[in-house]
């Protein structure tokens, strides 16, 4: 199988590897890189487990090849906490109880992160739609929106 030389950075460190052509950006996150912090749950486009940020977008890496992330540069949620502070919608999330089996949890916190990039100050209906999809099976999802809600408000008081 051809391999593939890509560059990218993952969460702002420079990175150089060689993939097999057809590996999906989840797997070599995952199995080669060691950040498993994206999640494979359906493998098909549907729970969003394994979204990453790509340049900004929100992004599915199961339906993601990494030898089309040349140039890119790729946030993970093991990216987000600086100096062992963790990230506010991380906080938000523990503090309301808005994880269970954790394993949506990721992919939840970086639709939010996009989300919160590019509005400040969401509506819950906004926070809805920016988490329609991200399943998850435990929590009822209103954890998770008050957690967004939070961490958006929290933002915003650091900011005034
Ligand atoms: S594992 Fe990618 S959307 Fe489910
Ligand atoms: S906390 Fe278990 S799937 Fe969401």
Sequence with gaps: MAKIPVQFTLNGAEKAEFFDSG??????????IGDTSPKGGC???????????????????CLTLAET???AAIT??????????????????LDAF?????????????AAKVLLDHTPDPSRD???????GNICRCTGYEPIIQAVLTAARSNSQNAA
């Design 43 to 61: 493998h098909q486009g549907t729970c969003g487990a394994c979204s990453v940020i790509i340049d900004g977008e929100l992004r599915l890496s």
């Design 76 to 93: 993970t949620t093991s990216g987000l906490s600086q100096g062992g502070v963790l990230h506010p919608l991380q906080r938000a999330f």
């Design 23 to 32: 590996t999906t950006l989840l797997n070599a996150l995952r199995d080669k």
């Design 126 to 132: 906004d926070v809805v739609e920016a988490l329609s």
């Design 98 to 110: 808005a994880t269970q089996c954790g394993f949506c949890t990721p992919g939840m916190i970086m």
């Design 69 to 71: 992330c040349n140039g």
